[in-house]
């Protein structure tokens, strides 16, 4: 029998820690009920954070650095309706002030114009939509 003296508090599990518990339960012959006694947690909470991890709310953050090229102006790119051998407009304002715009260019080709100062937040959300 246990006896609990003090205020019990919850667990708070970080996201690597969810993840990795639940990379256990995708090995074979892995089984709900000695992961979570193993981890000390509810099979019903497994259950959650396996929903959420499918539902794309529990992800892994990509840690690491990305290799980064800083080129003073690039081309804008050119309309498919143009005619060979038009210039295609740079990427300044009318005026001709340059713009002040970042363009990731992901593996795929897919670029991404977004002003400098754009949230961290919203940016997240535009390359995880075209992850998806």
């Known amino acids: 029998m246990e006896i609990i003296t003090g ?35 509810s099979r019903g909470l497994l259950w959650q954070w396996r ?7 529990l992800v892994a953050e990509a840690s690491g650095f990305v290799p980064v090229r800083v080129i003073p102006e ?7 309706e143009m005619s060979p051998g038009t210039p ?9 002030a340059p713009d002040d715009r ?12 977004v002003a400098e100062d754009v949230s961290t937040t919203a940016l997240r ?3 995880a939509a075209l992850r998806g």
């Open 102 to 113: 970042i363009e990731i260019v992901l593996p795929d080709g897919t670029a991404v114009r």
């Open 125 to 127: 959300r535009v390359l």
């Open 74 to 80: 690039l081309p804008a790119p050119c309309a498919p």
């Open 7 to 41: 205020v019990e508090r919850r667990r708070h599990w970080r996201d690597d820690e969810k993840l990795r518990i639940l990379a256990e339960l995708e090995e074979s012959g892995a089984k709900f009920a000695e992961v979570a006694r193993r981890h000390q947690v």
């Open 88 to 96: 295609c407009p740079s990427m300044s304002d009318a005026d001709g």
């Open 51 to 57: 929903d959420a991890q499918r539902r794309g709310k």
